[in-house]
């Protein structure tokens, strides 16, 4: 059950993650930088993400980090659903709608997020990596988290990566949208297990 959940949450997220480069209005910080990757590479933006990831994996040795189930099964179904669904998704040309399939992206992204992170079968290549240095370090969580994104924003619109409202909407709007996700999904199992309970 946990596995099936860790795709469901994986297959969302990179639904969201594909509706946020659709969109056209900026994505998040990492696709920014898998998107710069990509121009500068010719390759799509799902096999840039993959390759990414699997060299920030690489970096998860020096900081002795442990992957799960759950972190191979991030690279692979993330990359491959933003390969396969970006032919199907609207393109639009006029700001309001990109804004909204923004929106939509983030919070389908935070859907999947929520679910993933239920399912507990191993941290994303990102958090790993994030969590390491920040043992490491001793630095603040947020103060970690926000220099890797940070610079992998600058890196990666460096490289010709999309940063505009979008981006801005993910970076306030993923967090509360996760929360959301993860409280209604530990009320509904928790609801579940009473009424089996009471069975």
């Known amino acids: 059950m946990s596995v099936f959940m860790l795709a469901i949450g994986l297959l969302l997220f990179g639904l969201g993650e594909a509706l946020l480069v659709a969109s056209g209005a900026g994505v998040s910080p990492w696709t920014v930088f898998a998107q710069g990757f990509s121009k500068v590479t010719d390759w799509s933006i799902g096999f840039s993400t993959f390759t990414i990831s699997f060299f920030v994996l690489l970096l998860w040795i020096p900081l002795r980090q442990k ?22 998704l609207p393109v639009f040309d006029n700001p309001a709608l990109q804004i909204a399939e923004a929106a939509l ?7 999947g997020g929520g679910i993933y992170l239920i399912a507990n079968l191993g941290p994303g290549p990102r958090d790993g990596l994030m969590t390491g240095l920040q043992r490491k370090t001793g630095l603040p969580l947020a103060t970690v988290r ?4 940070v610079s ?12 505009g409202l979008g981006t801005l909407i993910f970076a306030f709007g993923i967090g509360p949208c996760v929360a959301t996700s993860m409280s209604f999904l ?9 009424h089996n309970a009471i069975q």
């Open 67 to 88: 992957p799960g189930v759950g972190t191979i099964l991030n690279i692979i179904i993330i990359s491959f659903v933003l390969d396969l669904s970006a032919p199907y």
């Open 186 to 194: 530990k009320f509904c199992f928790a609801d579940r297990s009473n």
């Open 146 to 149: 926000g220099i890797i994104e």
């Open 105 to 111: 992206g983030v919070l389908i992204t935070g859907i």
């Open 152 to 163: 992998v924003v600058f890196v990666g619109w460096s490289l010709g990566g999309v940063v």
